[in-house]
């Protein structure tokens, strides 16, 4: 765009003719001053003009700011176009994105129906066991209940059986003093009729015939018996009384020193003992010592019918468990009577075959069951007899 | 003093006599004292009461002491006996029924010299005194005395 400079109403030729009307008017004084006053005009016009002129050239200048701002708009607005454009294409991008946000929405919608219904599930398996649980909590405690009622039940009982052991205790004091009483008094009568029958016997020969005489040696014999008798019956009731005293023992030393002992007694007699060595055992000395003078002494004694003997200890396996034996090959038994060796004053021999109370094996039997293990026997009549215990 | 006492502390009548007769059998000459509880038998060791005025230097040889006696029995007698210095170590046989473990073990607790169970058959019975009148009237040498 090009300024033009001239006002259109300053035309050229007016411009010529002006400075040449001012010259005609000072030549005359009223000419003069009307032309001064046109002069002036003219300057005046002429200055508006100027001042137009201005003005056109700030407006010109203005629009062409105008021009160059809307140039920079155009510019701005086309950039604008392209960010919305840019936008546009982004909007695509997200509406892709969100579509498959909204589709991974769904899943997790479906998902947490799954799951909704395994919760329901689950649910239901929880309440089941809440079921359960209250059944089980019913059931607990009823077997507190239970408990308890088994607890005042076993209370009571040992209750009961302090008491039964107080008793027994009192009973045991009460058999001890039965015991000593009986050790004390009962033979001392025995001592008086056997004492003074031989005093008869002595003192009075010359008037007893030989017939009293047998009489009063059948009263002397009697009262030996029952001496024995008493006897046995202390042992096998201090058998039961006595405190156990648990120790290690040599069982076969212990055959060897009863069979010196019964062998110095009688050393008429032929008798081979044959002991195993080394046959230890748990037990109480005192009364196991019983045991193994009762069988042994047993197994002289029903041997002594024979001109030779062969008396053995040893030991062997029956079921599993180790019993220790002691073997004769003396008179042996009927195996139809083997259940009354055991019992007390139960004798399978008259006292003419062979004497002796009938308490020794229910002794022998009485110490073996304290001692945990048991006892019995084989045998046939006249081809020995085996007795085994377990300890 | 030649022939010193056997003091016999025994309250069954039958015992005493067939005693005596065991020592007669074995020709024991030796006096015989015969107490018939446990306080008679203090009374005369110590010179008291019934036996007031008899000397308690006296002792006897040997004391044979049933256990089983009326009043004072044999044990608490044995350990009265060994509570008195005059008595301390006179020797002392009980001779008795039993043989009680609890007897046995008391009797010697209480310083009994021996403990000899009375046999029923008579003649071991006789054999048994026959042994003791050996052993505590012959060979045995007595404590000397301790006078009072």
Do not use: C
């Not at chain 1, 047993?298 to 062997?316: C, L, M, P, V």
Request: glycine share 4%.
């Amino acid at each position: 765009m090009s300024v033009q400079t001239s006002h259109p109403i300053l035309h050229p030729t007016l411009l010529e003719s002006g400075p040449l009307a001012l010259a005609h008017s000072q030549d005359s004084r009223p000419e003069q001053t009307a032309l001064e006053i046109a002069q002036r005009a003219v300057l005046n016009i002429l200055e508006d003009f100027a001042a137009e002129k201005s003005d056109l050239q700030l407006g010109q200048r203005a629009t062409l700011n105008i021009f160059e701002d809307f140039e920079a708009e155009k510019s701005r607005m086309a950039g604008a176009q392209r960010a919305a454009l840019n936008i546009l294409e982004d909007f695509t991008v997200e509406k892709t994105l969100l579509q498959a946000a909204q589709r991974s929405a769904l899943n997790i919608l479906d998902d947490f129906s799954a799951e909704k219904a395994h919760l329901h599930e689950t649910q239901r398996a929880v309440l089941n066991i809440l079921d359960d649980f209250d059944q089980e909590n019913v059931k607990v405690q009823r077997a507190n209940a239970q408990l308890e009622k088994e607890i005042t039940d076993r209370q009571r009982a040992e209750e009961e059986t302090q008491r039964a052991n107080k008793e027994l205790l009192a009973a045991n004091r009460e058999l001890e003093a039965f015991s000593y009483s009986v050790s004390h008094d009962l033979r001392a009568p025995l001592r008086s009729i056997d004492g003074f029958s031989q005093a008869l016997l002595e003192d009075h020969a010359d008037q007893l015939d030989s017939s009293a005489k047998d009489h009063l040696q059948r009263v002397r014999l009697a009262t030996q018996r029952m001496s024995v008798l008493i006897d046995d019956l202390l042992n096998l009731s201090r058998v039961t009384r006595t405190p156990m005293r648990w120790e290690r023992l040599d069982l076969s030393a212990l055959a060897r020193s009863i069979a010196e002992e019964v062998q110095k007694a009688d050393p008429t007699r032929h008798v081979e003992f044959v002991i195993a060595d080394d046959l230890v055992a748990e037990g109480d000395w005192r009364l196991l010592r019983v045991v193994m003078e009762n069988l042994l002494g047993n197994a002289w004694k029903y041997t002594s019918a024979h001109e030779r003997a062969r008396i053995e200890f040893g030991a062997s396996q029956h079921n599993g468990r180790r019993a220790f034996f002691v073997r004769d090959d003396g008179a042996g038994f009927d195996p139809r009577y083997a259940d009354r060796l055991f019992g007390a004053f139960q004798r399978l021999h008259g006292p003419n075959e062979f004497p002796g109370s009938g308490i020794g094996l229910a002794t022998v039997q009485r110490i073996v069951r304290r001692h945990g293990g048991e006892v019995w026997a084989q045998g046939a009549v006249e081809r020995g007899a085996t007795f085994y215990f377990t300890l | 003093m030649p022939n010193q006492a056997i003091l016999l502390v025994e309250d069954n009548p039958d015992d005493e006599a067939l005693t005596l007769r065991a020592l007669r059998k074995n020709n024991i000459k030796n006096d015989v004292v015969v107490a018939h509880d446990g306080v008679e038998a203090l009374d005369y060791l110590f010179g008291t009461a019934n036996h007031a005025g008899r000397d308690p230097n006296l002792i006897p040889q040997v004391v044979l002491l049933d256990l089983k006696l009326p009043k004072l029995d044999g044990l608490e007698v044995l350990r009265r006996l060994r509570a008195d210095e005059r008595t301390k170590l006179l020797p002392v046989v009980i001779l008795t029924s039993s043989n009680e473990e609890q007897d046995r073990l008391k009797g010697y607790d209480l310083g009994a010299n021996s403990y000899v169970r009375k046999p029923v058959d008579f003649n071991q019975f006789i054999e048994a005194v026959r042994q003791l009148g050996l052993y505590w009237l012959i060979l045995n040498e007595r404590p000397p005395l301790r006078r009072a």
